[in-house]
Structure formats: structure tokens, C-alpha cells
């Protein structure tokens, strides 16, 4: 298969939605709806990443992540559906108890290779070099800026004014920075579950939602589950219980406790295959 025809089984552009919730007017892009496997800013991430490597004479790609990474799930799928050889290094993970994220990859022809967490930091220094085309964690790298221009190419011509405000969640940090170096106004409502945050680029535009819950990543929140299902009761859209369903519920009570004058948007970034992880973990809770 080549990139050409694997377009055309992608819903682009994505729809942008606009819903009300809690009273307040909210336009979602469903970038979850781009495709059932590879969806939201991981495709948008990765479209650069593979044009890349098409027209260089690479002859693999190779990436990190956790076990339940959703890039690393995307990827490797991508490279199976285009013939590509795909090699992943997965960190903290035991060998005896393969997530469905690894399981996956496996069936999709990728090659696993398990490395310690003390190891993630410098495994790409050896590893991008004998021809092989190395993606960074989460997707991150100069090439992903592409598939984030094509992104903000899909919003409404007024999107970068500066009484406009979109909601991104974030782990690499790759999709608001390029956000950032290729918009002007708009502002960026941020907010990152993940432990060790990254560093984002300076800016007066960005806003770091704060959480009323405490939860660690990837944990189990009654109230975090209880606003999921009343907000798919309500709009129809599902959110995952890793990202944007945390972004969501902290950005609306940001809402409500300050008013916007301008366009609301709020990013839906896919990741939503993360439930299944999530449901086998919390089985006792959910």
C-alpha cells in the first residue's frame, strides 16, 4: 500500500463540532474521528515522520514508549499497513505480561524490544544510525511540525486571534510547541497528566489548567469517570480516561470560573484505545 492510498481510508479534515455543555458553547475538532486506530495528533505527528522517511532511503523506523503508548500503537500499525519495518523499545514493562498496545504491535509485524527506564534517555543516540529513521517519544521531532500545520489549516480562518482559547493535552509537548511557533494569538488552555512534565516554550498565550482531582497517571477518579459518562450522555463524544477527559473536565470548570470573550475550541487528540488497558486495570472499579 502506498501513502496515497492509505489517505483515503483517513477522514480529513477532521469536523469541527460545535457542542453546549454546562451551558457553555464549545467547538470540538474530532481529529478521534480520523480513523479507528490511528487517530488525533498521533497521525497528525506521525504524516510528517512517514513522508520523511518515503522520500529518504531509510530502511526502518524505529521509536520509544511505555507500554501503553498510543504512538507507539499507531505507528506500528502505520508501518504495517505501509511495508515498512518497525522496531520499538518499550520501557518499564515485564516480559510476562504483554498490554494490549504491545500485543498489537506484535500482531502488526513490529519488533519489540524491552529496555529499562534508565535506559530511554539516550537508546535513540544508538539506534539512529545503520539507515534507520528514528522517531523520539511521543512522536516529537522537526517533521511533526507538518502534520500540525495541516491541523490548524482545518479550523476556521479567525482560529489565531486572541480572545480565541483551545484546550490541548499534552505528554511530549511537540503538539503545542508547533501550535505556538505557527500561530500569533490565540491562547492555549494546556494541561499534562503525565508525572515528569516536559518543557513547554515560553509564551504569554499559554494557560496551565489546574486539576480538582488528585490523580496519578493513568489512575482511577470516581468523579473523573462520573464527568466522561455524563459528558458522553450529553454530546455524544467519547473522551479517554488518560488525556482528554482530564483536560476537559478541568478546562470547563476553568470556564466557569472564567468567562471567554472569544472562539472556545478544545482538541479531542484520539488516544480513546487507551480504554481498553484502562478497564482490564481498574476492572474492580469500573
Known amino acids: 500500500m502506498d501513502f496515497n492510498f492509505l489517505l483515503t481510508q483517513f477522514i480529513l479534515p477532521s469536523p469541527c463540532e460545535e457542542i453546549i455543555y454546562q451551558d457553555l458553547y464549545i467547538r470540538v475538532k474530532r481529529d478521534d474521528l480520523i480513523h479507528p486506530v490511528v487517530s488525533g495528533n498521533k497521525w497528525r505527528k506521525l504524516e510528517g515522520h512517514l513522508l520523511h522517511y518515503l522520500n529518504s532511503n531509510y530502511t526502518k523506523i524505529s521509536s520509544i514508549g511505555g507500554a501503553h503508548s498510543n504512538h507507539l500503537h499507531a505507528l506500528a500499525w502505520t508501518c504495517n499497513q505501509l511495508k515498512i519495518p518497525c522496531e520499538l523499545y518499550i520501557y518499564g514493562h515485564p516480559e510476562n505480561n504483554l498490554s494490549p498496545t504491545m500485543h498489537d504491535a506484535l500482531l502488526w509485524n513490529a519488533k519489540l524490544n524491552l529496555i529499562s527506564r534508565s ?8 539506534i539512529a544510525k545503520n539507515n534507520t529513521y528514528w522517531i523520539g517519544e511521543g512522536g516529537i521531532g522537526p517533521s511533526a511540525d507538518l502534520g500540525i500545520a495541516k ?37 492555549l488552555a494546556c494541561l499534562s497528566p503525565v508525572k515528569n512534565k516536559v518543557h513547554l516554550d515560553p509564551s504569554n498565550r499559554i494557560i496551565i489548567l489546574e486539576e480538582s482531582i488528585q490523580i496519578a497517571f ?16 450529553n454530546t455524544g ?28 475550541y478544545f482538541l479531542h487528540s ?14 474492580s472499579k469500573t
Not at 476537559?248 to 470560573?257: D, G, P, V, Y
Open 151 to 187: 491541523l490548524l489549516a482545518e479550523f476556521p480562518k479567525d482560529l489565531d486571534h486572541k480572545n480565541n482559547i483551545i484546550a490541548i493535552a499534552y505528554g511530549s509537548g511537540t503538539t503545542i510547541n508547533a501550535i505556538l511557533n505557527q500561530t500569533k494569538h490565540v491562547k
Open 270 to 283: 484520539g488516544g480513546l484505545q487507551s480504554w481498553i488497558a484502562y478497564n482490564k486495570r481498574h476492572a
Open 237 to 264: 463524544i467519547l473522551l479517554d480516561p488518560i488525556y482528554t477527559g482530564r483536560l476537559m473536565m478541568a478546562f470547563t470548570e476553568f470556564l466557569q470560573h472564567h468567562p471567554q470573550t472569544g472562539d472556545i
Open 119 to 126: 535506559e530511554k534517555d539516550t537508546i535513540g543516540e544508538s
Open 218 to 233: 493513568g489512575g482511577f477518579n470516581e468523579k473523573l469517570i462520573a464527568f466522561i459518562s455524563s459528558f458522553y450522555e
